[in-house]
């Protein structure tokens, strides 16, 4: 039975923070098969292939440097809410 996306998103929001993890693992091996992507979609396959832990140039915030941030914290059935302060 194939589910819609507007069918799977409330259902992997209802998920705990390790559940939502081993949804993410488990759809990115189903991604990675080869017979998911036609032999010509090389955008697809360079996205599976790229190391995005290794080499990555520091990244550029201009001149005013790093914003200033608020902290989050996820709430189960929320979201990210920003934390006061």
Known sequence: MAMSLTELLPALQMLTPYDKVKAIQFL????????????DDLE???WLEAEF????????W?????????PVEYLSGIGLVV???
């Open 28 to 39: 990115a091996t189903e991604l990675s098969k080869e017979e998911t992507f036609p032999d």
């Open 44 to 46: 697809s396959q360079s």
């Open 53 to 60: 832990v290794n080499n990555l140039s520091e990244y550029d």
């Open 62 to 70: 201009g001149e005013r440097g790093i914003p200033n941030v608020k």
């Open 83 to 85: 934390k006061e302060g």
